[in-house]
């Protein structure tokens, strides 16, 4: 597609409910980054994928986050018993290795 | 590892006004250097990226930042602001071999007419 196309664009849910985010990114895009983005902060690392593979998952914050891109395109960012402090902005880009990243418009999450 | 300070979290300034955006980095390893601009309820969209080359970039907008490597600064400048130019700016940094972006807190920047 022509940019990075995050869905939901919303989504709140119970406390201890699982939610999937979904990134779709640039077509050709090998990169694709996962960035969460709290109320006046700036966006923090998650996850990077380079292809298939999770090169970098280190921003993950516990192991209730898992992140997947089973055929190096799609992308789904999966939350298990979500907590109250997971509520944020999850923003997704995508890049062709350059230094040039795209970023989608993010899904909000609220967990109530 | 890398780190980025905004030395301000909210400038307010008037329509045709020039504004600068301070922006310092931490870094041990050389670095590539951005600031992106986030609308209201938007993404985040590149006003200019630093790879290599000229210090002075030239960005998106009317924007442009200068590389100072010796200050370890990336400030961000624009000579004359629109009341569109309204919105979030956060400054990121990478290391040259990791595309890992660490951001700023951002600033909020409004114009008034």
């Known amino acids: 597609g022509a940019g990075v196309s995050q869905t939901p664009s919303n989504k709140v849910t119970e406390k201890g409910k699982y939610v999937e985010l979904r990134c779709d990114p640039i077509?050709?895009?090998?990169?694709l980054y996962w960035y969460r983005q709290s109320l006046g902060q700036g966006p923090e690392f998650l996850i990077y994928f380079q292809g298939t593979g999770a090169a970098d998952d280190s921003g993950l914050p516990n192991d209730r986050f898992f992140a997947v891109r089973p055929e190096g395109s799609v992308s789904t960012l999966k939350i298990q018993r979500t907590e109250r402090g997971d509520s944020a902005v999850y923003l997704c880009?995508?890049?062709?290795?350059?230094?040039?990243?795209?970023f989608g418009s993010g899904t909000r999450l609220t967990v109530v | 590892a890398q780190s980025v300070t905004q030395l301000d979290s909210q400038v307010p300034v008037f329509e045709e006004a020039p504004v600068e955006l301070r922006c310092n980095y931490s870094s041990s390893v050389s670095v590539y250097l951005f600031w992106y601009v986030q609308y209201p309820n938007q993404g985040l969209q590149l006003l200019l990226k630093?790879?290599?080359?000229?210090?002075l970039v030239k960005g998106i907008n009317g924007f442009e930042a200068e590389f100072n490597k010796s200050q370890t600064s990336f400030h961000l400048r624009k000579p004359s602001v629109h009341i569109s130019d309204t919105a979030e700016y956060f400054c990121a940094v990478s290391g040259q071999d990791d595309y890992k972006l660490s951001f700023g807190a951002g600033t909020t920047v409004t114009v008034r007419a």
């Open positions: 880009a995508s890049s062709l290795g350059d230094g040039g990243y795209t």
């Open positions: 077509s050709g895009h090998t990169a």
């Open positions: 630093y790879l290599s080359g000229s210090t």
